[in-house]
């Protein structure tokens, strides 16, 4: 059974807006300008619910590893102490430094939020349920993410502060370096699938557990382990949060920023971590596949089971030095990310695998 | 070209969004600024000099190894959507290619460049 596009499963819920909107009567071109521009308002109002609900987990998640409790006053276990925090942010005064660099300063934090953003366009949330199935998807968000690197940049640099610039250039060589290893893991599935686009590559795990290619052994799991390490570094989580290491550079790139701008870099890096745990869902773990429930559940289940997987990564081990950081991704990620793709290339031309 | 339509549509609406989010703030917040809290976060020192200064050249040695690797990865994609198709040839073809590049990264690594103290 297909469903349409872009709704899937919920066209009951969202389907009427549709023909609401084809009852004007406009053009065709300007009909899909609209609805596009309705599905990008749509989609900030899930990053920004889920990076609500996100932060208040990470919160009870690192005070339980901590034995504390975490948020517990407003509401059950504290539930909307994050809306209390989002609403205190859009408060808060926005203290510009004087010696800043205007255009850039303000510009940094748009520009992490909208390369975030551009990545939901082709994440398939369910089937059927995705923006626009871009035929060169998985590229397409690797590409659109990279664009944090220089928004980053430009907040280290905007901001006129030595712990800012610092932290802004690290965390540049740090994305730039686990950018290899990410691709050269996601390169693997793209060459058993033989597309790129993120629809086709859950399609190509359909049917029974096995098909998922974290199960395709030896190449499978490994490029798994792979990403998910690189992956942990291109979303800026400890082990690897050097750039906004708090002890020495108290908060990196950000430390300028307040008020609704450093709510913009916060959003992000939660949508970041929400986009690539998705993509480890879509390219390793089925996508929306999945029996009994509707498939957005399915796709959102695994998703924070990986957002998880991420957040146990950051409280419970410790940071690594710069050193150590580059030389992982350059000395040992990089030859195994390249000799598993050798290997997964050399499997699928003789065959061997199911 | 529809579905690319929704990406230059998500650019201009991510903008908006954001600006719309900070002329509500605008609205909302105090305004109060002075001397002490527009002068450059240092844990409370004053700050000596600029930030815009000469930094480690490290960093561009790493972001010149990793053009070289980006470019080797926009190959790959191709290569790995048509690979089904192609057979042992295109195999010995890229292992040659990621062999030459290794090369090269294990000329960098003899050389200290990848060594970051």
């Known amino acids: 059974m297909t469903y349409p596009l872009p709704f899937g499963e919920l066209h009951g819920v969202f389907g009427w807006l549709y023909e609401l909107l084809e009852s004007t009567g406009l053009p065709q071109p300007w009909l899909d300008v609209v609805r596009y521009a309705a599905l990008g308002a749509l989609v900030f109002g899930v990053i920004s619910l889920l990076a609500l609900f996100l932060v208040w987990w990470e919160r009870k998640i690192a005070a339980h590893i901590q034995q504390r409790f975490g948020p517990m006053r407003h509401g059950w276990h504290g539930w909307y102490q994050t809306v209390a925090d989002a609403v205190k942010l859009l408060t808060k005064e926005d203290i510009l430094v004087d010696t800043r660099d205007k255009f850039v300063f303000f510009w940094a934090p748009v520009i992490c939020f909208v390369a975030a953003f551009l990545a939901y366009v082709t994440i398939p949330f369910g089937e059927g349920l995705i923006v626009a199935d871009l035929n060169i998807g998985i590229l397409y968000i690797m590409a659109i993410t990279t664009f944090t690197i220089i928004s980053l940049l430009m907040a280290g640099w905007g901001s006129n502060n030595k712990y800012a610039l610092l932290g802004g250039i690290r965390s540049a060589a740090q994305l730039i370096s686990y950018e290899i290893p990410m691709v050269a893991s996601i390169l693997v599935v793209v060459l058993f699938v033989g597309s790129m686009s993120m629809v086709d590559i859950v399609e190509a795990q359909s049917g029974w557990i096995t098909n998922w290619y974290v199960f395709r052994v030896p190449f499978g799991p490994i490029a798994f382990i792979t990403y998910i390490i690189a992956a942990t570094a291109e979303a800026n989580r400890t082990p690897f949060d050097i750039p906004e290491a708090e002890q020495e550079l108290v908060a990196g790139y950000n430390i300028e920023y307040s008020g609704m701008k450093f709510a913009m870099f916060f959003l992000a890096e939660f949508a970041n971590g929400f986009t690539v745990s998705a993509i480890a869902v879509t390219l390793f773990f089925g996508g929306w596949h999945g029996p009994f429930l509707p498939s957005w559940v399915w796709f959102l289940l695994k998703t924070l089971g990986v957002v998880f997987l991420l957040m146990l990564f950051r409280w419970t081990y410790p940071r690594l030095r710069v050193d150590q950081l580059m030389e992982f991704a350059w000395k040992f990620l990089v030859p195994v990310t390249f000799a598993n793709l050798i290997l997964a290339a050399w499997m699928k031309y003789a065959g061997w695998y199911w | ?117």
Do not use: H
């Open chain 2, 1 to 117: 070209m529809s579905s690319y339509l929704a990406v230059l549509i998500f650019i201009f609406a991510g903008t908006g969004i954001v600006l719309f989010t900070f002329f509500l703030a605008r609205l909302l917040r105090p305004s109060n600024p002075y001397p002490a809290k527009t002068v450059n976060y240092e844990c409370a020192e004053e700050p000596i000099g600029d930030s815009w200064v000469m930094f480690n050249p490290r960093f561009y040695i790493f972001a010149l190894i990793f053009v070289i690797f980006d470019v080797e990865a926009v190959f790959l994609f191709p290569w790995a959507v048509a690979f089904g198709q192609l057979g042992l040839y295109a195999l010995v073809e890229m292992v040659l290619f990621i062999l030459i590049l290794f090369f090269g990264l294990f000329y960098a690594w003899k050389k200290g460049a990848l060594q970051w103290v």
